[in-house]
């Protein structure tokens, strides 16, 4: 195998990004990273003492999906909100209240019963003075006597009018308007500061601890150095890695130690705000909208791997921001997370489909474009026939097979089963395309070779299964034919120089998805629609075969797919549910569900945690959303106006000088409040009611947790 992980002469699969040995055993990264581009408008990244201010702020717990970074929790229910105008006038009103009572108290209008306490506990030479100093002594306490009943009362009629709302509404935002920003805090105590890696000293790494400080404060040190670092010693604590070697490492290297194989420490560009301490990346900011719950109203609206574990379904027609708003972003945060260590990330895409530069990744798979440095492995990088033939044969007939969610593809699998065991014992490999296209087809000499091989190797079960494969052919039902078809998509000059099994190119096969390996893969769509979706599926089927059997869970896999259509089949549908247990996901966007088959709908939307509906849906779309999302108890208020009808002369008059006043008849007001159970999001809301530019969403993450439908602001 040589090291740029290519196939040799014998067929070994080789990962195209090779597991790093361990911190000492990389090379080390340059001193100060090249500080990415960012979109305009973007805060910048942190750097230097910025970084020391973003590390230390705070991100409490929250409720899944709000933006945890400098976040301040709300209430679950709302605050009863006074109007302005009757918390202003009501606060005047005891005001006037509370200057009358002083008034008539003062005045001795009311008596002088309130001036007993004072009598009470006050001496008589104080009230009754005999000399000059007593005088004064009795006058200082009796004003002190008074200021304190006026304290009192204004206390009463302050309650009473709300006075301290109106502080807190008015007065304090204009006195921070007027004093400006406050002024930073003091850095926190070095036992609880995470620039000064506490829990390093606490371990006995002290001098990794003090390089890592050090760096952070001199600006040598970014988010990803952090994440990247943090990930690290996460190793050494699980016993992945010993403690003295990752101490060598931070010493001798500091920010830059324990790099991605790459040697990459940031992103070229990015376009979305990231939170790498907590894993998250900003989609946008929910609505202050009453739909949304109260404790979600103006936050930030956030995605990170503990909701992508439970997989992503976005549906909306072009333009509706799919690719920019959701795939994009979510894409970028992957990969930040794959070179901080964390995650392997898988995009498929169109060409020129916006997904990312080709530099933030460090393989990319351009199918059909004779420029393209790595192939795309078509069995998946496996030895074993039977598995090779089961992810092919979902994707050559997946979308052939009986939509319930129930079916199968078995009958491809076996007769794929048939021909690629025996051709791999006689050649030592899988058939190319134009070899497994004549396999299918039941060409004699193909298969004759075939059967002479099996019989010179003395291959018996082998030969058997050739054997029912030759009985099949002349069966009206068999699907060798249908087969033969699809294979003969891919068998186009076009991709002539592509899944190649001779050992000649640079494949790459997605069981490298146990490496923190970031990939894209362009598909040929313009005039090869149908063999792009065919691929899709192979991409699909091979990353859930390939996350099912890794090693170290501990590292997030997520396939992000641009366009989904054609991809979802039953199998898929069984393998997306299947992803959480294996700390793996996928986003899938649709532009509409009529791209899915009708009886698998309803299981795709349940088999996906995080369900997002774009502006711009169908009613019928937002139907489906509808049904899945449920329904809530609400109270409804039913206001009835009755006329008032007079009976006396007097009251008739009356009512004729209102009319006469208000244009309108006397009328009587009732209102009825009762519990209803509705739609949280109907399908003419979802069709008609969200602006350009919003969706709504919920979710559900990794342990459980879950957030009702939100509407959210996806340009905020």
């Excluded at 305009?40 to 942190?46: D, E, Q, R, S």
């Excluded at 990752?246 to 376009?271: E, T």
């Excluded at 509705?678 to 559900?700: D, F, K, M, Q």
Aim: glycine content about 10%; hydrophobic content about 40%.
């Amino acid at each position: 195998m040589d090291s740029d992980g290519t196939q040799d002469a014998r067929g070994t699969h080789a990962n195209p990004v090779p597991r790093p040995a361990g911190p000492p055993d990389v090379p080390s990264a340059p001193a100060v990273p090249p500080r990415p581009a960012r979109a305009p408008g973007m805060p910048p990244l942190p750097d230097g003492s910025a970084f020391l201010a973003w590390l230390r702020t705070p991100r409490p717990e929250a409720l899944p999906g709000v933006w945890r970074f400098g976040h301040r929790p709300r209430p679950e229910e709302e605050p009863e909100q006074i109007p302005a105008r009757q918390l202003l006038s009501g606060a005047l009103i005891a005001f006037l209240v509370g200057w009358l009572i002083w008034s008539l108290l003062w005045n001795g209008y009311l008596g002088g019963f309130w001036m007993w306490p004072y009598y009470a506990v006050t001496p008589e030479s104080w009230t009754q003075p005999q000399t000059e100093g007593e005088e004064v002594v009795g006058a200082v306490t009796s004003y002190l006597y008074y200021g304190l009943v006026a304290v009192m009362i204004m206390v009463g009629v302050g309650r009473l009018g709300r006075w301290s709302e109106i502080w807190r509404r008015y007065a304090v935002p204009s006195l921070r308007r007027l004093t400006g920003p406050r002024t930073e805090e003091a850095p926190p105590a070095p036992g609880e500061d995470p620039a000064t890696w506490p829990a390093l000293r606490a371990a006995g790494a002290v001098d990794a601890a003090e390089r890592l400080a050090a760096d952070a404060r001199a600006g040598l040190m970014r988010d990803v150095d952090h994440a990247r670092i943090t990930r690290a010693w996460q190793g050494v604590r699980s016993g992945r890695h010993s403690l003295a070697t990752f101490s060598g490492a931070v010493v001798k290297d500091g920010a830059a130690a324990c790099p991605h194989p790459s040697g990459a420490r940031d992103l070229p560009a990015r376009q979305a705000r990231h939170d790498l301490v907590t894993g998250q990346v900003r989609l946008g900011t929910t609505a202050d909208d009453p739909r949304n719950p109260y404790a979600y109203r103006g936050t930030g609206l956030a995605l990170g791997p503990d909701l992508l574990g439970t997989s992503l379904l976005a549906v909306g027609p072009a333009g509706s921001g799919k690719t920019a708003g959701v795939v994009r972003p979510v894409a970028e945060s992957l990969c930040l997370h794959a070179l901080a260590g964390r995650a392997a990330v898988v995009v498929v895409g169109a060409a020129g489909a916006g997904l990312g530069p080709a530099d933030a990744y460090d393989v990319v798979v351009r199918i059909g474009n004779p420029d393209s440095v790595y192939d795309l492995d078509l069995y998946g990088g496996t030895t074993d026939p039977d598995e090779a033939a089961a992810v092919l044969a979902e994707a050559l007939s997946g979308d052939l097979a009986d939509p319930h969610p129930g079916s199968d593809s078995r009958r491809a699998t076996t007769v794929l089963a048939q021909l690629l065991g025996p051709f791999r014992a006689v050649h030592g490999r899988f058939p190319s395309v134009p070899e497994l296209r004549q396999l299918l087809d039941g060409a004699p000499g193909p298969l004759a070779a075939l059967r002479q091989g099996l019989t010179d190797a003395g291959q018996d079960s082998l030969l058997r299964e050739l054997d029912a494969r030759e009985r099949q052919l002349a069966q009206p039902g068999d699907v060798g034919g249908i087969l033969a078809d699809r294979v003969a998509l891919l068998d186009r000059p076009a991709f002539a120089g592509f899944f190649d099994t001779s050992g000649q190119s640079r494949p790459f096969s997605l069981k490298a998805l146990d490496h923190p390996v970031r990939v894209r893969v362009d598909l040929p769509e313009r005039g090869h629609a149908d063999a792009s979706r065919m691929l899709a599926r192979l991409v699909l089927a091979q990353f859930t075969a390939s996350v099912a059997v890794r090693e170290d869970r501990s590292l997030f896999a997520c396939l992000v797919m641009d366009d989904a259509t054609g991809v979802v089949t039953p199998e898929a549908v069984r393998a997306v549910q299947r992803l959480r247990s294996a700390n793996a996901g996928v986003v899938l966007t649709l532009r509409t569900l009529d791209d899915v088959p009708r009886p698998l709908r309803g299981p795709l939307l349940g088999a996906t945690g995080c369900r997002m509906a774009l502006a711009g849906l169908t009613p019928w779309d937002g139907q489906d959303f509808a049904e899945v999302w449920g329904k809530e108890w609400t109270e409804a208020r039913d206001v009835t106006d009755r006329q008032i009808i007079a009976d006396s002369p007097a009251g008739k008059a009356a009512h004729a000088l209102r009319r006469a006043i208000t244009g309108k008849a006397p009328t009587a007001r009732a209102v009825t409040v009762r519990q209803v159970e509705r739609e949280r999001w109907s399908a003419s809301e979802l069709a008609h009611g969200l602006p350009p530019g919003h969706a709504v969403l919920s979710l559900t993450d990794v342990k459980g947790e879950h957030a009702p439908p939100l509407l959210v602001d996806l340009r905020g």
